[in-house]
């Protein structure tokens, strides 16, 4: 991929991307931080070539392994409020999916770690990294419910998948004060929410919105 194709033509031009932006103050993301990251951010890389004329709608699209790219409004939301209280350090994703809001995240904290259970995936995500220079990532290829115990603790998580209970394990890996921004349900109904460790055994927890990700699941595909 060469640097035209990063900056995009057309329909993945800036230009494109600035009425995304836009589209997102719209709809209420203020964090002027996250909005130039998606501003910034050639979305159009993160999804298969037939689709890029695609790629800035506020849509999510199929990116294979039953997977979809988050919709930009979506990725937008939950890093501005994962974000809300200030920079973080460290921050778990759960679900690298694509790779796009890995990225988003890359620009705005010091260091990702980020699980995928869908091998090639990970594999797709990991050239993307590259392309890009973005070299505060660290993939692991597992069960993103379990998280990455052994880069814990984090200041920050983020699930780009759906459990049907916020697994515990994850809610172990969080720093005391740090935050979780996670959907939460079954296919029929969902809601994002957002969990601050308060201390070693207490948790706050706030619904943010109703949403649709695709399951949280176990095991992995090589």
Known sequence: MNKLQLQGIGMTSQRTR???VQRLKDQGITDPQVLEVMGNTPRHIFIDEAL???AYEDTALPIGFNQTISQPYIVARMTEILLAEGPLDKVLEVGTGSGYQTTVLAQLVEQVYS??????LQDKAR???SLLKLRNISLKHSD???GWTERGPFDGILATCAPEEIPAELLLQLKIGGRLVIPVGGSRQQQLKLVIRISEDEYETEILEGVKFVPLLSGTIR
């Open 127 to 129: 050239q993307r990294f």
């Open 115 to 120: 699980v995928e259970r869908i091998k090639p």
């Open 144 to 146: 993103g419910g379990m």
């Open 18 to 20: 600035s009425r995304l």
């Open 52 to 54: 890029s004329h695609r």
